[in-house]
């Protein structure tokens, strides 16, 4: 079946550096890709998402880049702040699924003051 | 506008028990889910609803029931709760359709079955 997982489970950085939270996905099939943000004690917040017809796409602070190629994505955070301390996950939406949404089991960034 | 909000918060059941969690969305969104969230664990997804009046399977079913009987509300029924169901669950709402992926969460409702 299909799966979603992550190279790094804890990642640590300082403050005011930039951080990158990998993803590896394995259903070549899937056409959309989220990254959600959690902090303790509440729902996931949706943070970015990218179609599979794109290899990148920014935010605010924040860039989420896609290679098919090796079926991996990542989220890049600048400047990381304290607030952006939480648990982050991404997921992907596999086409013959319809909207359900797979999720991987998340990576926990802590910030450093 | 509260979004996306979940009742009980909390809930300690006793093996065999039941209990209904409710999910309300006040943004007129077409599409309904319940994840179970697992220590270690991301989001499974135990049902969902593509629109008032229908509901389909998720990854995690068994053991699970749900009703969509009005848009704004989407029912998660455990007949006889299992120490296995103790989770934190979340309900999710997002207009629909694979041109918009944005999904709101609920706050979670954390279950302890014993």
């Known amino acids: 079946g299909e799966s979603v997982g992550l190279h790094l489970p804890t990642l640590s950085v300082q403050e005011g550096d930039n951080s990158i939270i990998n993803c590896a996905y394995s259903n070549s099939a899937s056409d959309y890709f989220i990254w959600y943000k959690q902090e303790s004690g509440k729902g996931p917040q949706f943070i970015i998402d990218?179609?599979?017809?794109?290899d990148k796409r920014q935010g605010q602070r924040v860039t989420v880049l896609l290679n098919k190629t090796v079926k991996h994505l990542s989220l890049q955070i600048a400047a990381t702040q304290p607030g952006d301390s939480a648990v982050y996950f991404c997921a992907e939406i596999p086409m013959e699924y319809g909207n359900k949404l797979v999720f991987g089991a998340g990576t926990i960034l802590r910030v450093k003051s | 506008n509260a979004g996306v909000t979940q009742t009980p918060k909390f809930r300690v059941l006793k093996t065999g028990q039941s209990m209904t969690l409710l999910c309300a969305q006040d943004m007129n969104h077409e599409y309904m889910y319940w994840y179970r969230q697992d220590p270690g664990m991301g989001l499974r997804l135990i049902h969902y609803s593509v629109g008032e009046g229908t509901t389909a399977k998720g990854e995690v079913p068994d053991g699970y029931n749900v009703s969509r009987l009005k848009k704004q509300n989407f029912l998660l029924g455990l007949e006889s709760a299992a120490p296995s169901q103790t989770s934190v669950y979340f309900c999710?709402?997002?207009?629909?359709?694979?041109?918009?992926?944005?999904?709101?969460f609920g706050q979670g409702t954390r279950l302890t079955v014993v």
């Open positions: 990218i179609r599979s017809n794109m």
């Open positions: 999710a709402s997002s207009y629909g359709g694979r041109l918009n992926t944005e999904a709101f």
